[in-house]
Antibody, heavy 119, light 107 residues
Framework: QLQLQESGPGLVKPSETLSLTCTVS??????????WGWIRQPPGKGLEWIGS???????NYNPSLKSRVTISVDTSKNQFSLKLNSVTAADTAVYYC???????????WGLGTLVTVSS | AIQMTQSPSSLSASVGDRVTITCRAS??????LGWYQQKPGKAPKLLIY???SLQSGVPSRFSGSGSGTDFTLTISSLQPEDFATYYC?????????FGQGTNLEIK
């Protein structure tokens, strides 16, 4: 059974870098079928796609965040990661990792992790 | 980026009611649209993919239709567990974009 689990600090200071890792179990992140992505949701607000990565390292990012975002993959650990730099309070959100086929619906989500940006 | 306009933003209905939620894309997206249900404190759950295909395990009272720019999610007979927030998502191209959400409340 596929499981995705986000991990990382729950509190980040303004101007610093938010770093999260998603550990995939029950499936290989090196599958030729799937992409692995990050989505976020500020408290009480809607969903925003951040970006996705293929096991080869090929990435697609939301242009609204592209200058600050890096998504990477570690196939040996079956993990992928998110780095968002120069964070502000507006980056406070629940961050979800997820899986989707190329240009198809997101079909599995992690439980999500709340990251608060505050000094 | 493709804009997804979802309506209504909130909706009050009773158990047993038939409800419809709509999503309009700012350009044609074929049938590359999914519908999600989200309950408080939980991750979204995929209900419908490719505009009208029911995800495995999802009750048949949920259905989707549309192509091009206009899409609908219909719940044929509301059950107590259906009260939640619903989102559409276009996966026609990157960046993926979500509708603003519809909060379905008990009347």
């Amino acid at each position: 059974q596929l499981q995705l689990q986000e991990s990382g600090p729950g509190l980040v200071k303004p101007s610093e870098t938010l770093s999260l890792t998603c550990t995939v179990s029950g499936a290989s992140i090196s599958s030729a079928t799937y992409y692995w992505g990050w989505i976020r949701q500020p408290p009480g607000k809607g969903l925003e796609w951040i970006g996705s990565i293929y096991y080869t390292g090929s990435t697609n990012y939301n242009p609204s965040l592209k200058s600050r975002v890096t998504i990477s993959v570690d196939t040996s650990k079956n993990q992928f990661s998110l780095k968002l730099n120069s964070v502000t309070a507006a980056d406070t959100a629940v961050y979800y990792c997820a899986r989707h086929p190329r240009l198809a619906s997101i079909d599995h989500w992690g439980l999500g992790t709340l990251v608060t940006v505050s000094s | 980026a493709i804009q997804m306009t979802q309506s209504p933003s909130s909706l009050s209905a009773s158990v047993g009611d038939r409800v419809t939620i709509t999503c309009r894309a700012s350009q044609g997206i074929r049938n590359d649209l999914g519908w999600y249900q989200q309950k408080p404190g939980k991750a979204p759950k995929l209900l419908i993919y490719a505009a009208s295909s029911l995800q495995s395990g999802v009750p048949s009272r949920f259905s989707g239709s549309g192509s091009g720019t206009d899409f609908t999610l219909t719940i044929s007979s509301l059950q107590p567990e259906d009260f939640a927030t619903y989102y559409c998502l276009q996966d026609y191209n990157y960046p993926y974009t979500f509708g603003q959400g519809t909060n379905l409340e008990i009347k």
